[in-house]
């Protein structure tokens, strides 16, 4: 949690906090999907976070997934923008409620080897399409996934 949300955490207590957030989707030479499982939690999602403030979405996604997955990436494109129902919202351990409006990228690593970071990550893999199907995946990130398969780059 950044000190910015602290803060706001500490005026609005547990209460939903509407925030900006990235995602990362990042595929290899097999068309495979690079995927993280934070530490505590058994579903799979998009290198992704929070964007801080005085950030821009490309400077947090780069940030996220050298965080999250240990690699630097090449930001390709914009996929598209998502967010604001039910599969953006997130109830933490804590009580925090959060909606996310995530502004998703394609990329492709141009350093490093994914691995996890052990504190905020447990795992990192590459998922084939078929894998996807049958992965426990954030509902985010399957709406997200689903969306861009589709041909679309923001909510239906």
């Not at 604001?84 to 925090?96: I, L, Q, V």
């Not at 691995?115 to 199907?133: G, K, Q, S």
């Amino acid at each position: 949690m950044s000190d910015y949300v602290r803060k706001l955490r500490a005026k609005i207590g547990h209460d939903l906090l509407f925030s900006p957030a990235v995602a990362c989707l990042i595929r290899d030479d097999d068309d495979r999907m690079l995927l993280v499982r934070q530490a505590g939690d058994a579903t799979w999602s998009l290198p992704a976070g929070a964007i801080d403030p005085g950030e821009t979405p490309a400077d947090a996604v780069r940030r996220e997934v050298r965080e999250e997955a240990s690699v630097d990436v090449e930001l390709l494109r914009l996929a598209g923008v998502f967010g604001g129902g039910p599969s953006f919202r997130r109830y933490y351990a804590n009580g925090d409620e959060v909606a996310w409006v995530t502004i998703t990228f394609e990329a492709r690593i141009v350093a490093g080897v994914p691995a996890p970071d052990d504190e905020e990550i447990a795992e990192v893999r590459w998922a084939t399409a078929a894998e996807l199907e049958t992965l426990d995946l954030m509902p985010s990130t399957r709406h997200i996934l689903a969306c861009i398969d589709a041909g679309r780059g923001f909510d239906p």
